[in-house]
């Protein structure tokens, strides 16, 4: 009895020294296979899940902080142009925005209009026309109205498979949001 009641002690140092620390990084670390060890185990793991839940937050309060900071750029910015600056320097902060298109869409003519862009390839992007039935990934974000993510490779691979070219720079990364405005 004294083997686990030494074990116990070492694993409740352990988690007093964690929890001293506040650093849910660390970890405890028993030898064994016993029950005591699996106790262990199941406390890393309860650390583990709770490493996560505080990255997961962090992450919630920073896209809260973008939407508010968005928000309020819609509210007090003068003009258009100076709205989507604002938008490219937020979303700038918390994503890599070196290729960054704003595009509007026209369901009457449909067609899509680029009025702000930053493209490393320096690309100019003119209207286009049919926008709905092209294939493009803008097409798939409209069609869909849904937020639409890919990597480079996905990118290559569904440019492959539907024959459709790549708009602009390819980059590591590919995010297109609709935002539906209310008229």
Known sequence: NRFVIHK???L???VDRITGRGDATLRV???GTDEIAHLGGRINSMLNTLQRLKVQQRENEEINRTIFSIANAANTTE???ELYLSIHRILGQIVDTRN???ALYDAENDSVHFPYYVDQS???FEDYQNISSSGTLISEVL???KPLFFTKNE???RAARTGMPVIGSLSELWLGVPLISKK
């Open 8 to 10: 116990l002690l070492v």
């Open 12 to 14: 409740a140092s352990q």
């Open 29 to 31: 670390e028993m030898d």
């Open 79 to 81: 003009n258009l142009d």
């Open 100 to 102: 960054f298109i704003i």
């Open 122 to 124: 320096g690309d100019h």
């Open 143 to 145: 069609v869909s109205a």
């Open 155 to 157: 990118v290559i691979a």
